[in-house]
């Protein structure tokens, strides 16, 4: 008789267990943000058409802290095939055109190897220890192996209104245009000395190499 009663008690044990596991995630899941009150944070990111590969995950750290989070992928081509001609999130690029960076990220796109295919976010929620309420605890965006993280999160971050807006996240392309400007930087300053060379060469012979450097180049011949 004793081992028929232990049987169901452990049923119940886990069964309880799985069950506190599910409130968990559905206590976040259907929660209300102050951002939009007539939808639950679920059907905002569900909704969230530039983040793919969506998924819910709970977990809890050695202290017993239960978190949930939302971990996807962003869809980088989606975004930038919906761009407006113009930026519409940086103010000192308002009268610049979209195209020349949509074309680089379409570019890029095509190396699946680079981190532009790789850009995730990571969404943290802090469950109260009376499994009543939540809070955001963390944000991070992966860069490939790159990581921005962020804590102390408010309303406002353009990721959340971003995703609850459903338009391309203003985070992403902020980082990823930095990115695209350093590159022409880079390459105009690459041209300006493969000029500088081409130049000087009939003067000082064909083997310049490694030993004329970036600052004696545009210094001494080329000012």
Not at 32 to 41: G, M, Q, V
Not at 102 to 114: E, H, N, V
Request: some cysteine; aromatic content about 10%.
């Amino acid at each position: 008789m004793k081992k028929i009663t232990a049987f169901p008690v452990l049923l119940v044990l886990i069964f309880s267990l799985s069950a506190c596991s599910e409130d968990t995630l559905s206590l976040v899941k259907n929660g209300i943000l102050n951002i939009d009150k007539s939808i639950t944070i679920s059907q905002a990111v569900s909704g969230y058409s530039y983040l793919i590969e969506q998924e819910w995950i709970k977990t809890e750290d050695a202290q017993g802290r239960q978190y949930v989070e939302l971990r996807g992928r962003y869809d980088l081509r989606k975004m930038v095939q919906n761009l407006p001609e113009t930026y519409y999130d940086m103010p000192s690029y308002s009268n610049k055109s979209n195209q020349p960076f949509i074309d680089w990220c379409i570019a890029k796109l095509g190396d699946k190897s680079l981190w532009i295919n790789d850009i995730r976010l990571s969404l943290t929620f802090l469950v109260s220890s009376n499994q009543k309420d939540f809070e955001i605890s963390k944000l991070e965006i992966f860069f490939g192996d790159q990581k921005v993280s962020k804590t102390n999160i408010k309303l406002d971050e353009p990721i959340l209104t971003d995703i609850y807006a459903n338009q391309p996240d203003r985070t992403v392309l902020f980082i990823a245009r930095n990115i695209f400007q350093d590159e022409l930087k880079a390459e105009a300053r690459q041209n300006q000395i493969d000029a500088c060379i081409d130049k000087i060469k009939p003067f000082v012979g064909q083997s310049l190499g490694q030993y004329v450097t970036t600052s004696r180049v545009s210094g001494e011949y080329c000012d």
